[in-house]
């Protein structure tokens, strides 16, 4: 059996492993687990990907289980509690970010029923285009953030190689 490059050669208790065999590339039909998803992606920007799996359980405690609405309440004493957590990624743009996006999310359910819908409904295929209308709705979403993000809630192919066991479960 075969995997992804990137993990072909991980025991199966690494934390690599477990988020490629059970998250990625994976529908997400919860819109708070979606924006979660987002947080985590955005956060990664600058750093491996290993740090943010080691603290994604820091991140989901800090970030209120990633409840849109709770994280668009928060104000300059949230923003203060986040910078002083050494669970998450104490940066004051991304935590920002995170609390804009979350008001963003908000706004767009009101139009469109969930972030999911709003998502699916771009009937967009090419990251170019994902990229824009990322970037034109939300802040510290760049490239290589909507293309991870993307591919890590199986919105756009790619997210396994042809010859993963992942790849077919998927694709059943």
């Known amino acids: 059996m075969s995997y992804c490059q990137y993990c072909r050669n991980l025991p199966p208790d690494n934390p690599h492993r477990r988020y490629h065999d059970e998250v990625y590339g994976r529908k997400i039909?919860?819109?708070?687990?979606?924006?979660?998803?987002?947080?985590?992606e955005m956060n990664q920007a600058g750093l491996s990907w290993d740090i943010i799996l080691k603290r994604e359980a820091?991140?989901?405690v800090a970030y209120d289980g990633y409840q849109i609405d709770a994280v668009a309440r928060y104000n300059q004493a949230d923003i203060d509690r986040l910078m002083q957590n050494p669970g998450v990624i104490r940066n004051r743009l991304k935590i920002e970010a995170a609390i804009y996006n979350a008001k963003q999310i908000l706004a767009l359910k009101e139009v469109?029923?969930?972030?999911?819908?709003?998502?699916?409904?771009?009937?967009?295929?090419?990251?170019?285009?994902?990229?824009?209308?990322?970037?034109?709705?939300?802040?510290?979403?760049?490239?290589?953030?909507?293309?991870?993000?993307?591919?890590?809630?199986?919105?756009?192919?790619?997210?396994?190689?042809?010859?993963?066991p992942i790849f077919q479960q998927l694709n059943k």
Request: proline residues 0%; charged residues 30%.
């Open 29 to 40: 039909s919860d819109d708070n687990e979606l924006f979660g998803r987002l947080i985590l």
């Open 58 to 60: 820091h991140f989901r």
């Open 112 to 164: 469109h029923g969930s972030f999911i819908d709003w998502i699916e409904g771009q009937q967009i295929k090419n990251k170019e285009e994902w990229v824009k209308v990322f970037k034109k709705n939300f802040k510290f979403v760049g490239q290589e953030i909507v293309n991870e993000f993307l591919l890590s809630i199986g919105e756009m192919e790619g997210s396994h190689e042809s010859d993963c």
